[in-house]
């Protein structure tokens, strides 16, 4: 026989429109909370900024990535080109780079996309098998048409009651601990 435990995990505060979003996003974020997260039901302008999040490396990774597929392409068919195979036609040099340009542009592509994938189960924590915001019951009011602050309890300045207070202090009115269900097993096997 199994039970479930409660475990406060954090606090969601719940707002009506987007500019009050915008302005408790400011407030939490000037409050030096690092472990938060908004969510909304629509693209909101202004609320990465709001929130203080850098602009992300994902284009960087991507570039990179991207030139090393060109690299790799380049060593691959100039290699098999110039050095394991080499084969003079109609007069070319050895290494010619300019057949290959449809290869070089694969595996770019190739290179970036698998990159940026893997970026994206790392930086956005895919993977979980579990949320608490959907056992809640917040995320179908926030796919509707609220929107949402998630203090996490794991941020180093949580504590419920202050940040209920930060809550109700950017005007929040629908405060509601996140709680995640633990469940303990009893079974002997």
Same mark, same amino acid.
């Given at each position: ?12 505060? #719940? ?30 302008? &202004? %609320? ?9 490396? #994902?284009? $960087?990774?991507?570039? $990179? ?11 691959? $068919?100039?290699? %098999? ?15 010619? /780079? ?16 698998? @990159? ?12 979980? /098998? ?12 926030? @796919? &509707? ?5 998630? #203090? ?13 207070? #930060?809550?109700?202090? @950017? ?19």
């Amino acid at each position: 026989m199994s039970k479930s435990r409660e475990k406060v995990v954090g606090v969601v505060g #719940l707002y009506d429109d987007p500019s009050s979003l915008l302005r408790a996003a400011e407030g939490v974020r000037d409050a030096g909370f690092t472990r938060w997260d908004c969510h909304t039901p629509f693209p909101v302008h &202004g %609320l990465d900024r709001a929130m203080g999040l850098k602009s992300s490396p #994902l284009p $960087t990774l991507a570039l $990179t990535a991207g030139l090393i597929g060109v690299l790799a392409a380049f060593v691959l $068919t100039g290699g %098999l080109n110039a050095l394991h195979y080499p084969i003079r036609i109609a007069g070319k040099p050895m290494l010619s /780079w300019q057949a290959f340009v449809p290869i070089y542009f694969e595996m770019f592509v190739l290179f970036s996309a698998l @990159t940026i994938m893997g970026s994206l189960f790392v930086f956005c924590g895919l993977g979980r /098998w579990h949320s608490p915001l959907h056992d809640s019951g917040v995320m179908s009011e926030i @796919t &509707g048409a609220r929107f949402a602050i998630v #203090l996490g309890a794991d941020d180093r300045m949580y504590s419920q009651a202050d940040a209920k207070t #930060l809550l109700e202090a @950017t005007g929040c009115r629908d405060i509601r601990p996140l709680v995640q269900f633990e469940e303990e097993d009893d079974a002997i096997i």
